[in-house]
């Protein structure tokens, strides 16, 4: 009897051993550009499949919101650069703190992630999707190639029996994914017989008040065209966050909008939503920061775009602007159609 208790002692103390070598600490930094909701709930996933993926690590997370500022951003990783232990990686969520994190002068041997980024290209981290960066950075762009969006809002309005093309306000501010965005529609706009872009802007405005005062601003804009619109198109960016906006521009203009690039637009009265799901976002940047920290270098993982898209559409407003939806969209949106 006592040998079989000195054997189960032992066998515990083992395992406990074990466990704790296994158990290995790992530090993960988060920069967030701000606390808008795609990049509160993109990081929420990120941390949970972390975790989930790499059950043998004890993952530490510090988190830093710079407030919609990339100067503050940047005083958050030298704040980082000066700690006693420093990250075994840094991950910076949207592009004001990714554009801070690439041009700070930290440590390079310190591997850098990015998620929920529009444009890494014209950030500089590459010079085409599907390549590495000469920095130690690598990270995904949650925005489709601007092609398939524009290709199933053209499938949805040329059925109209609107003779004309929709005129169709893009609204946007300064901050780098929206104007990258509105670019890139301005671009392919005369490939599309059924859509007239027509570019509505304000400036970026940092802080909690910032979706007020974006707002008005678009509603000014607005009131100082001649044009008459059918609706509009949510760039992607903090604009399209605000919890405000439709509801402000539908008061005021008496227009919904035709496009957008979240659930919750599409819910409040878009016609049709393409959008990546934040959870994805979050789980594939954990598979590359498990890589990461796994031993292999950032700048050996291509940046790439996603492909994954998610559809929906609004009835309600596809009557209302006698717009058709075919069983096509309504198949393909599925669970995501709204009224």
Not at 45 to 59: G, Q, R, S, T
Not at 92 to 113: C, F, G, M, N, Q
Not at 178 to 195: F, H, P, R, T
Not at 283 to 308: C, F, H, W, Y
Request: aromatic letters at 6%; charged letters at 20%; proline letters at 4%.
């Amino acid at each position: 009897m006592k040998r079989l208790l000195s054997f189960v002692f032992l066998l515990t103390s083992c395992l406990s051993v074990t466990a704790s070598v296994l158990a290995k600490e790992v530090r993960v930094a988060i920069i967030q550009t701000a606390s808008l909701p795609i990049v509160a709930n993109s990081t929420a996933a990120f941390k949970n499949e972390l975790v989930k993926i790499m059950p043998n690590a004890d993952i530490i997370f510090d988190i830093y919101d710079a407030q919609g500022s990339q100067a503050q951003a940047a005083q958050m990783i030298e704040q980082i650069s000066r700690k006693e232990i420093l990250p075994d990686l840094i991950v910076s969520v949207a592009t004001l703190a990714t554009r801070a994190l690439y041009s700070a002068e930290i440590a390079s041997d310190i591997p850098k992630l990015f998620m929920t980024v529009a444009d890494p290209i014209k950030e500089g981290i590459v010079e085409e999707f599907n390549t590495v960066s000469r920095t130690n950075i690598t990270g995904e762009s949650h925005v489709l190639d601007v092609n398939i969006k524009l290709d199933i809002l053209d499938g949805l309005l040329t059925p109209s029996t609107q003779a004309r093309p929709f005129t169709i306000a893009l609204l946007h501010t300064d901050y780098p994914s929206s104007a990258s965005s509105v670019a890139s529609l301005l671009k392919l706009d005369e490939n599309y017989g059924s859509i007239n872009f027509v570019p509505v802007a304000t400036k970026y405005v940092e802080g909690e008040a910032g979706a007020v005062a974006m707002t008005e601003g678009i509603l000014q804009a607005f009131k100082r065209t001649d044009t008459q619109f059918d609706g509009y198109w949510l760039s992607s960016g903090p604009l399209q966050e605000s919890a405000i906006l439709i509801d402000s521009v539908r008061q005021n203009m008496n227009l919904m909008p035709l496009f957008a690039e979240n659930l919750a637009s599409v819910k409040k009265g878009a016609l049709l939503g393409v959008l990546t799901d934040e959870s994805s976002i979050g789980k594939s940047a954990a598979t590359r920061a498990r890589e990461i920290l796994m031993g292999r270098a950032a700048n050996t993982i291509p940046v790439s775009r996603t492909d994954q898209y998610t559809v929906a559409v609004n009835v309600s407003t596809a009557i209302k602007i006698n717009v058709p939806i075919p069983s096509s969209y309504l198949k393909l949106a599925k669970n995501n159609v709204y009224h």
